[in-house]
């Protein structure tokens, strides 16, 4: 199943890859090299359990009430325009990320409490994993749907270590605008293109 697999990839990482407090707090500390590994190692892990708990508990939802499937994927498609909406405001007005450096070295349990709070305490993440990847990932059938989820986990671990580990040489180009406002305008494509296949889908 390469291509759900694929399919599962390029959904999570369209669903990953935008401005926001948790992509920008693993940018800060990969500039910094300040617990760099655990930090992307805890954002990924984390996904990867809020992945796996959304397709299973999705999953099991569906076999006793096969109707809720279609009530997740009516909402899903309208959350994903509503992103996409979102994403083409950033790209037609983009902001600039600016990843703080210098000071004096954190410990690892305060980065670590920061990274996790700035991942669970972010209502979007149970949107975009338990419920929307969650259902999008039950559309590809009882084995699809895990090469699917292969795909989305795959996709939190290369980017929040790509991210972490390629801050210094990221950092100066998404510091500009311009590198932004192309960013956002792939994933408002992504998402609407994702959505529209939902709809289709039912």
Do not use: K
Request: aromatic letters at 8%.
């Amino acid at each position: 199943m390469p291509t759900t697999v694929l399919a599962g990839f390029l959904t999570g990482l369209s669903l990953i890859v935008a401005i926001g407090a948790q992509n920008a707090f693993v940018l800060r500390q990969g500039i910094r090299r300040e617990h760099v590994g655990a930090v992307a190692l805890l954002c990924s892990a984390a996904d990867a359990a809020l992945i796996l708990a959304g397709v299973t508990g999705v999953g099991t939802i569906v076999e006793r009430v096969p109707v809720v499937l279609d009530v997740v994927r009516w909402a899903g498609a309208a959350f994903l325009l509503g992103y996409a909406v979102l994403a083409l405001r950033r790209a037609v007005h983009p902001g600039e990320l600016h990843a703080a450096t210098g000071g004096a070295r954190v410990g690892l349990r305060p980065v670590l409490t920061t990274a996790a709070a700035l991942t669970f305490l972010n209502p979007h993440v149970y949107l975009d994993t338990v419920l929307l990847l969650g259902s999008i990932a039950n559309q590809h059938g009882d084995d699809g749907r895990w090469y699917f989820a292969a795909g989305a986990v795959l996709a939190s671990f290369v980017w929040f270590f790509g991210l972490a580990y390629g801050a210094r040489r990221l950092a100066p180009l998404f510091a500009r605008p311009a590198a932004w406002r192309v960013l956002d305008g792939v994933i408002a494509v992504v998402m609407a293109a994702i959505a529209l296949s939902l709809v289709l889908g039912g």
